[in-house]
T-cell receptor, first 112, second 115 residues
C-alpha cells in the first residue's frame, strides 16, 4: 500500500515558467511533509518542508502548498531554471518521529 | 563535518557472496537510517537506529540483511548470500533527535550490482 503517491513520473517545463509538482497521501496521521531533490549519482537533498498546521511555506523560488482535506500537496518552482532539472521526491512522516515515507518521484526537466 | 559518508560508492558482487556497506553519519546526529532505492522507485525504508539501538526494521529487511551501529557512531549494513534482486542503491541518512521539519541528511549512496 503506497502511502505517498506521485502520479506524474516526469514533467517538462520551459525555463522561466512555473513548475508544479504534485503529491497525494493516504495516511491522515502524517504531520510533516518534505520535498527532496535528487541529482544522478547523489543522495537526495532536503529542499523544503511544511507541517500540517500550515497550508503554505515559501523559501525563495520554492513554495509548498498543503491541502489537508484533499490529502494533497504541491511544490511550485518559480521561475524554473535549468539547474532545477532533477528528480523530486515527496516524503511524509507522523509526529512520532517515524521514518520518512517517500513517493516514487517526479523527474523535472527544465528546458532552456 | 563533511556530511554523511558512505563507502564504497559502487560494489559489484557475484550472486551468493556477502557484502558489507559502511555509513558515517554527521557526528552530532544520533539517528541513522538505511533506505534502499531501485530504478523508478523512491527510497524505501529498511531500518533505523537511535544511538546504538536498532529501533525499527522494515519487512523489506529479510533475514539475509543485518545492520549494526556499534557505540552509536558509524553503521554497517551486511547482506548475506546476495541475490540479483538485491541490486539497488543503498542510502544512509542521519538526523538529530527531534528532527522537526528538517528531515534527514542523506549520503551519496552505495550502488550494489549483483551479477
Amino acid at each position: 500500500d503506497q502511502q505517498v503517491k506521485q502520479n506524474s513520473p516526469s514533467l517538462s517545463v520551459q525555463e522561466g515558467r512555473i513548475s508544479i509538482l504534485n503529491c497525494d497521501y493516504t495516511n491522515s496521521m502524517f504531520d510533516y511533509f518534505l520535498w527532496y531533490k535528487k541529482y544522478p549519482a547523489e543522495g537526495p537533498t532536503f529542499l523544503i518542508s511544511i507541517s500540517s498546521i500550515k497550508d503554505k511555506n515559501e523559501d525563495g523560488r520554492f513554495t509548498v502548498f498543503l491541502n489537508k482535506s484533499a490529502k494533497h500537496l504541491s511544490l511550485h518552482i518559480v521561475p524554473s531554471q535549468p539547474g532545477d532539472s532533477a528528480v523530486y521526491f515527496c516524503a511524509a512522516r507522523t509526529s512520532g518521529n517515524t521514518p520518512l515515507v517517500f513517493g516514487k518521484g517526479t523527474r523535472l526537466s527544465v528546458i532552456a | 563535518d563533511t556530511g554523511v559518508s558512505q563507502d564504497p560508492r559502487h560494489k559489484i558482487t557475484k550472486r551468493g557472496q556477502n557484502v558489507t556497506f559502511r555509513c558515517d553519519p554527521i557526528s552530532e546526529h544520533n539517528r541513522l537510517y538505511w533506505y534502499r532505492q531501485t530504478l523508478g522507485q523512491g527510497p524505501e525504508f529498511l531500518t533505523y537506529f537511535q544511538n546504538e539501538a536498532q529501533l525499527e526494521k522494515s519487512r523489506l529487511l529479510s533475514d539475509r540483511f543485518s545492520a549494526e551501529r556499534p557505540k552509536g557512531s558509524f553503521s554497517t549494513l551486511e547482506i548475506q548470500r546476495t541475490e540479483q534482486g538485491d541490486s539497488a542503491m543503498y542510502l544512509c541518512a542521519s538526523s538529530p533527535h527531534g528532527q522537526g521539519v528538517y528531515g534527514y541528511t542523506f549520503g551519496s549512496g552505495t550502488r550494489l550490482t549483483v551479477v
